[in-house]
């Protein structure tokens, strides 16, 4: 209870000798889905002539990391 406690992080190793830049796994996260978010918005207009199976998946990678893009922001926010 009284020791030292290991710090945790999804994207950082933090238990590295090595010194480094600390960035917020919340600003990882950001920095992750946003590509993967302007991809599939921009696969629309890239790829006009889909037919609606490769459509409905563009839509729902889409729509799926405008969620995850939306819950980090509001993440960041508080």
Known sequence: MLGI???Y???WNVNSRRPSIK??????????YTPA???????????PDNDFR???V???LTVHFLKRN???GLLLLK
Do not use: I, P, R
Request: aromatic share 14%; proline share 0%.
């Open 70 to 72: 939306l819950e980090v």
């Open 23 to 32: 960035v917020s796994s919340t600003a990882d996260m950001l920095f992750l």
């Open 58 to 60: 563009a839509s729902a």
């Open 37 to 47: 978010f302007l991809f599939g918005l921009s696969s629309f207009g890239l790829f």
């Open 9 to 11: 992080s999804k994207l």
């Open 54 to 56: 490769c459509g409905l």
């Open 5 to 7: 406690h290991l710090q």
